[in-house]
T-cell receptor, first 110, second 115 residues
Framework: GENVEQHPSTLSVQEGDSAVIKCTYS??????FPWYKQELGKGPQLIID???NVGEKKDQRIAVTLNKTAKHFSLHITETQPEDSAVYFC?????????WGAGTKLIIKP | GAVVSQHPSRVICKSGTSVKIECRSL??????MFWYRQFPKKSLMLMAT?????????EQGVEKDKFLINHASLTLSTLTVTSAHPEDSSFYIC???????????FGQGTRLTVV
């Protein structure tokens, strides 16, 4: 079955700097890759997603890249702000079922 | 994006009682909903897939009689934790799939504490 690995588990960056979180997946049939942001005590919130027929997608300060050959995808957050502090999860989707990464705790230092 | 409402957000119950958690898709119909359990500082663990009008599909190791799932309409799925024990204390989250491409939207989560 599908397996998703996510790195790093914790990422601390200075406010204003960029943050990059990386995920790899194992099943080449996976075709949809969402990223979720989870704040403490709340459910995950979809922040950006990418499909297997696209290599890059951007939404303001957030971008996601996908390398199908290498089976990895990354989340890029530029000009980080304090409100970006949260846990971020990547996922790979096969037949509508999400396979989750372990999560990355992003800390934005003032 | 689509809105999924989960209720209650927090519940404290006595050991041995049952607790019902509701998950509603507010602005779309969801034939499939998912129930997750999340332990502190961990990723989401899929418990079961809830299908409207049919029995839920449970993941290996999840007790069907312990975690009752009812998906009676296209906008509502419920999870009932029966005869709750302290080890059932956890954060429970539901999600619903919207659209042909399968975007998943999540409820706010329910913090269950069994005392």
């Amino acid at each position: 079955g599908e397996n998703v690995e996510q790195h790093p588990s914790t990422l601390s960056v200075q406010e204003g700097d960029s943050a990059v979180i990386k995920c790899t997946y194992s099943d080449s049939a996976s075709n949809y890759f969402p990223w979720y942001k989870q704040e403490l005590g709340k459910g995950p919130q979809l922040i950006i997603d990418i499909r297997s027929n696209v290599g890059e997608k951007k939404d303001q300060r957030i971008a996601v890249t996908l390398n199908k050959t290498a089976k990895h995808f990354s989340l890029h957050i530029t000009e980080t702000q304090p409100e970006d502090s949260a846990v971020y999860f990547c996922a790979a989707t096969l037949n509508y079922q999400l396979i989750w990464g372990a999560g990355t705790k992003l800390i934005i230092k003032p | 994006g689509a809105v999924v409402s989960q209720h209650p957000s927090r519940v404290i119950c006595k050991s041995g009682t049952s607790v019902k958690i509701e998950c509603r898709s507010l602005d779309f119909q969801a034939t499939t909903m998912f129930w997750y359990r999340q332990f502190p500082k961990k990723s989401l663990m899929l418990m079961a897939t809830s299908n409207e009008g049919s029995k839920a599909t449970y993941e290996q190791g999840v007790e069907k009689d312990k975690f009752l799932i009812n998906h009676a309409s296209l906008t509502l799925s419920t999870l009932t934790v029966t005869s709750a024990h302290p080890e059932d204390s956890s954060f429970y989250i539901c999600s619903a799939i919207q659209g042909a491409h399968g975007e998943a939207f999540f409820g706010q989560g329910t913090r269950l504490t069994v005392v």
